[in-house]
Nanobody
Framework: QVQLVESGGGLVQPGGSLRLSCAASGFTSAFYVIAWFRRAPGKEREGVACISNRDGSTYYAHSVKGRFTISKDNAKNTVSLQMNSLKPEDTAVYYC??????????????????WGQGTQVTVSS
């Protein structure tokens, strides 16, 4: 059974940094990706970043490119999202998701069957 558990959310001032982690377990195939999505109040779920377990390829939404970095630690089975230069518009509940998704389609949330419980990120002064 696939399980995803997020941690690391919180309150940070604009311009600050946060690091989210997603602990993943239960995969029976190596051909999967782990992605971070977010949902802000009144908005639809948005793909933020994605990393392929197969070859380490990374993908980013235009709105976070250059500010966020996704990485994986194979020894710990965790995927992290380092978020720098945070803006108020980054405020949202952040979810990690995983499935056997082709990299070119990573930002479609309906392609993922496995989701974490979410962690709140609030960027405010």
């Amino acid at each position: 059974q696939v399980q995803l558990v997020e941690s690391g959310g919180g309150l940070v001032q604009p311009g600050g940094s946060l690091r989210l982690s997603c602990a993943a377990s239960g995969f029976t195939s190596a051909f999967y990706v782990i992605a971070w999505f977010r949902r802000a109040p009144g908005k639809e779920r948005e793909g933020v970043a994605c990393i392929s377990n197969r070859d380490g390829s990374t993908y980013y939404a235009h709105s976070v490119k250059g500010r966020f970095t996704i990485s994986k630690d194979n020894a710990k089975n965790t995927v992290s999202l380092q978020m720098n230069s945070l803006k108020p518009e980054d405020t949202a509940v952040y979810y990690c998701a995983a499935d056997n998704v082709h990299g070119s389609s990573w930002y479609h949330p309906n392609l993922y069957d496995y989701w974490g419980q979410g962690t709140q990120v609030t960027v405010s002064s």
